[in-house]
């Protein structure tokens, strides 16, 4: 920690604290005893760039153990897979000299086009809450900071560094801030970072009520926040807003602005001592790195390059979602004459593009792992990933079966002329390409991809695709033509080494969507506002996101959040809920899961909740609380879960809080969110519902009150003029009808002669 106090330093030294000295580091005052410290890119490895290169290359960088990506990550559920993970970022970062590391990416998934899904978890906040918050105790853990990003509505790369996204609070709070809160509130990161768009007209770097009185005032973050590089427009609104570091350095410009505000005292110097104390104190990371225990070697910056393979090979495989298993046919016999088809068996999709690209140590190949396992492998490139068209070049690349001649004609007919000699044909297909900066147009295959599949289908006995891509792709028009699909999404370097374990059985899938797959991109409940125009994109849809929107609406999906099959079957019975009290929103949910086949297993419970309590518009149900158990054959659990007060509550707009509304929840485990297995209702008591009341407040509320309605009826009827009565009178439906009305109105046009004393003392009894 720094050996004096930063706001007792000159103003010069202490707004040098605020910016970065150069991309990576920020500036050190020896004279304080504060070091600079490195901060670079992950969030599913380290991307250290090497000395002198040029930031802006995403692809020099020291190589690293690439991880799954968030968007394998969440969809093994597992709180286990993403804290491992966590750790060993953080295990290597400490090693490489990094003091923190930019991630968990946090954002919601509201459009499956969005470039950058594949650094994210879901498109439930629950689930990308409960991820990220183990991913930053695992990397906390190794006395690295994490940064947790990208806060908030950042939900599109389009235009990303200027659209406004357009989010009403209870949207917010709900969908697009429910992540960061319990991250920040449970796990304690280092630093937070912003995100460049807009919120509502207000840059994110300088939204006050955001980075100050939520974060700080509501979640009592106390680290630092941390802007996206190159995301600040105004550094001294942003630091009066509360950014208190932004990146990458300017060579000295927003420091000079920041000390003239200062001197201009149109910038409180109180404000800068904060900033540089917090950003001082990521210097303690600094320290507590150095005197962490060292490897059996003795030295700390020994990268476990093996173990850490091993490890993501291990994770990876948890990560796949089974889709699809028609017949059985997956897991694979060794002795299978096995087919092996696509450009992406020999050239595997593991990761993304952009600023999370990591250098990896190796890679696996998904051709070499399956001919690793399997007896009779063959091999057909069927089509070109990297736009070239010489079968030659992929036979030589991977020791393949393949023949002369150029053309896709001819990489198809070899790829099913292959598939229709084998008893197994597997076709290895996915996006050829998403990054960083760059939304998707559409949801399908490439279009040689697609006839490849159909042709190979067509021809082979069975036929089981393997998909990469950072999101989901459109399973129509083959769909039904195959046996079956594994969702391989972006699985790290071992990807290759992972999909072979799942095919044979070594590995038995228990990945579930964390995002829905749609039958179209028309159905997806952001279709129309995304990515917006003119500037700003609009989040109609409200919370109705992912599966709140198709549950709620019955809409028809291909396979829903939460899906994901396995390669033994369970049971889920003896549901209870019991109720912590008679006046208190929280619950024990308790289920017995059997591992009813032949084979281990993990099984994830999922709990999710019903109700149309309230004056707001709630989804058919919300996914709750969650865990993942493991299961030998014919094992029986019985697991316990708690639901908070959270999973009742909605965000009122008016009181700023949550509230749980009196009346019926119906707890339900979903095999998915669309397929409920058991389900129990419980009624609760709620808070309070009734407001204080205004002249603003709607009529009805006034009259419904329990308190103040009955006195008001009573003054109605003495204060209003005949004409008034006896409208009342010949029209006893006329109160209602008026009833959203403000009462200002109502009185008003009703020509009563309320006393502002009176109406000040039934306002004062609502309260």
Not at 296 to 319: F, I, K, Q, T
Request: glycine residues 10%; aromatic residues 6%; negative net charge.
């Amino acid at each position: 920690m720094p050996s004096i106090d930063p706001a007792g330093l000159p103003l010069e030294q202490k707004v040098s604290l605020l910016s970065g000295r150069d991309f990576w580091t920020t500036r050190p005052v020896e004279a304080a005893g504060i070091p600079s410290i490195v901060l670079t890119d992950g969030p599913h490895g380290v991307r250290l760039q090497r000395d002198g290169a040029d930031h802006l290359d995403f692809y020099d960088s020291l190589p690293a153990t690439c991880l799954p990506p968030a968007v394998a990550v969440g969809s093994s559920w597992d709180v286990g897979v993403a804290r491992r993970l966590g750790a060993a970022v953080g295990r290597e970062a400490r090693a490489l000299g990094v003091t923190v590391v930019l991630g968990p990416g946090v954002n919601i998934k509201r459009s499956p086009l969005c470039g950058r899904n594949f650094e994210y978890y879901s498109e439930d906040p629950l689930l990308a809450g409960m991820l990220g918050a183990a991913h930053v105790r695992g990397l906390q853990a190794q006395g690295v900071g994490a940064s947790v990003k990208h806060f908030a509505a950042n939900n599109q790369e389009t235009d990303r560094m200027r659209v406004s996204a357009d989010v009403d609070e209870r949207t917010l709070r709900e969908i697009y801030l429910a992540a960061f809160e319990r991250i920040v509130t449970e796990a304690r990161p280092a630093t937070v970072m912003t995100s460049y768009n807009r919120i509502n007209g207000t840059p994110a770097s300088q939204h006050r009520w955001l980075l100050t009185d939520v974060l700080r005032g509501e979640w009592g973050f106390t680290g630092v926040v941390v802007s996206d590089w190159g995301g600040v427009n105004d550094r001294v609104a942003a630091l009066a807003a509360g950014l208190d570091l932004q990146m990458p350095g300017t060579g000295g410009a927003s420091d000079a602005e920041i000390a003239r505000a200062v001197r201009a005292g149109t910038l409180d110097e109180a404000q800068v001592d904060a900033s540089a104390r917090r950003v001082a104190a990521l210097s303690g990371l600094v320290a507590e790195s150095s005197s962490l225990p060292a490897g059996a070697d003795g030295e700390v910056s020994e990268v476990p390059v093996d173990e850490h393979h091993a490890l993501a090979r291990e994770l990876a495989a948890d990560c796949a979602v089974l889709l699809r298993n028609t017949g059985g046919v997956l897991p694979l016999a060794r002795q299978s004459r096995i087919a092996v088809i696509g450009d992406l068996a020999t050239s595997p999709r593991f990761q993304g593009g952009g600023s999370s690209r990591i250098n990896p140590t190796r890679i696996d190949i998904p051709l070499d792992a399956i001919r690793a396992l399997g007896e009779s492998v063959t091999y057909a490139r069927g089509y070109s990933a990297d736009g070239t068209d010489d079968d030659q070049q992929a036979g030589s690349r991977s020791g393949s079966d393949a023949v002369g001649g150029d053309g896709r004609e001819a990489l198809l007919t070899q790829a099913v002329r292959t598939a229709a000699a084998a008893e197994v044909a597997i076709v290895f297909a996915g996006l050829d390409k998403e990054t960083e900066g760059i939304d998707r147009e559409h949801l399908d295959l490439p279009a040689e991809q697609l006839t490849l599949i159909r042709a190979v289908a067509a021809a082979a006995p069975r036929t089981v695709v393997v998909l990469a891509g950072g999101g989901v792709v459109s399973l129509e028009g083959w769909h039904d033509d195959v046996d079956a699909i594994l969702a391989g999404w972006l699985l790290g370097q071992a990807a290759g080494g992972a999909i072979a374990d799942l095919l044979f059985g070594v590995a038995n899938p228990s990945g579930h969507l964390a995002e829905t797959i749609p039958l179209r991109l028309a159905d997806t409940p952001s279709y129309l506002n995304f990515p917006g125009e003119a500037g700003h994109v609009r989040y109609g849809e409200g919370v109705m996101v992912g599966y709140r929107y198709y549950q709620t609406v019955e809409r028809a999906v291909r396979y829903p959040f939460g899906h994901g099959l396995s390669y033994t079957t369970f049971t889920t019975d003896a549901l209870d809920v019991t109720l912590a009290g008679d006046d208190t929103a929280t619950a024990r949910v308790t289920v017995t899961v059997t591992n009813t086949g032949a084979r281990a297993g993990r099984h994830v419970v999922q709990v999710y909740v019903a109700t149309a309590a309230g004056p707001v518009r709630r989804p058919a149900r919300e996914l709750r609380t969650f865990t993942k158990i493991t299961l030998r054959p014919g094992e029986t659990r019985t697991v316990g879960l708690d639901l908070d007060r959270r999973a009742f509550a909605y965000y009122d707009i008016e009181l700023h809080r949550w509230v749980v509304a009196p009346g019926d929840y119906t707890i339900q485990i979903g095999e998915n969110a669309a397929h409920i297995v058991a389900e129990q209702t419980i009624t609760l008591t709620g808070d309070s519902g009734h407001r204080p009341l205004s002249l603003d407040s709607p009529f009805g509320d006034w009259l419904h009150h329990p308190v103040v309605g009955p006195q008001l009826r009573r003054s109605l009827g003495g204060g209003m003029t005949e004409q008034s009565r006896k409208a009342l009178e010949q029209n006893p439906d006329l109160l209602e009808s008026i009833s959203t009305m403000p009462i200002r109105q109502v009185l008003s046009m009703a020509g009563t002669r309320f006393r502002d004393e009176e109406l000040a003392r039934l306002m004062e009894l609502s309260r």
